[in-house]
């Protein structure tokens, strides 16, 4: 098993998680709470950012979970998430005639089976998530590290790249491109944790953090949050990648602490 050699326990995990619902919650606190308008852009992105953490976590999550020789776990995982998804179909429909509105059966059946969201945008994380986790059934059983590599890389441009032709053929998929790596980066850092590649470098940390501020400013100062998804979505999913791998590089770089100030005492106290 996988879980045998990771990289984030599992307080670490719950400190993401915590981490996660602070920033959704501060999202909304701009039009729950009437702040000013300034403040929308330092707000709005801490929403898909929070998501993004979700996301990076399930996908650790389901890497870290599966076995040489089975993968109910993942299947658990998808019936979890078709069974809300069900639920909320049926909701909209009955709601929807009760408004004296015609629903329509082919967005029904695709919002059903997680391919769509349009009857109920609400819905658009289950929808993304139960993707995801049909993306990760591709990879089978326990893969190589650069098999899951190259599975992630191919998965998350797949979803970009749906998500920015929605516009012109949005009867077949609508996918919400902006966390397009997160997920992949959680199944990708489980991997590398069952190789045992856990050196901390400062030097790197400081580099993911200072590529998140760099492409945050692009995102929305330089290019003032641009609404073309060919631009706006491969833009904002490397703000949320790097967003990531900041927080798991904090993460993993506090919890062995210790270690790392030893290493660095030895290497003061060469000559």
Known sequence: MMSNNVLLSQRDSHIIKG???????????????MLPDKLEPF?????????????????????SSVSPNSLNTLYKRIFRVVKPLF??????FLLMLSFNETPSIKYMFLQSVGLNNTMCSACWYITFQYFCY????????????????????????TILLISCLYEID?????????NAFSFCAGVSVARMSANKIKKISLKAGLSL?????????????????????VLRNPLKSMVSLSFVLCICFLITFLSNK???YEKLGETVRKP
Do not use: Q
């Open 170 to 178: 949005g009867v077949l998929f609508n996918l919400w491109g902006l």
């Open 87 to 92: 639920y909320i179909t049926v909701i909209t």
């Open 258 to 260: 210790d270690v790392v």
């Open 19 to 33: 981490i996660a619902i602070a920033l959704v919650v501060v999202s909304h606190i701009h039009r729950i709470c």
């Open 209 to 229: 953090f200072v590529t998140f501020v760099c492409l945050f400013v692009c995102a929305y100062f330089v290019f003032h949050n641009p609404e073309e998804y």
């Open 43 to 63: 707000l709005n992105p801490c929403g898909y950012l929070g998501v993004a953490l979700f996301l990076f976590i399930s996908g650790y999550g389901c890497m």
């Open 134 to 157: 049909i993306g990760f059934l591709l990879l089978g059983k326990e893969s190589s590290f650069h098999k899951v590599l190259l599975w992630a890389l191919t998965f998350s441009l």
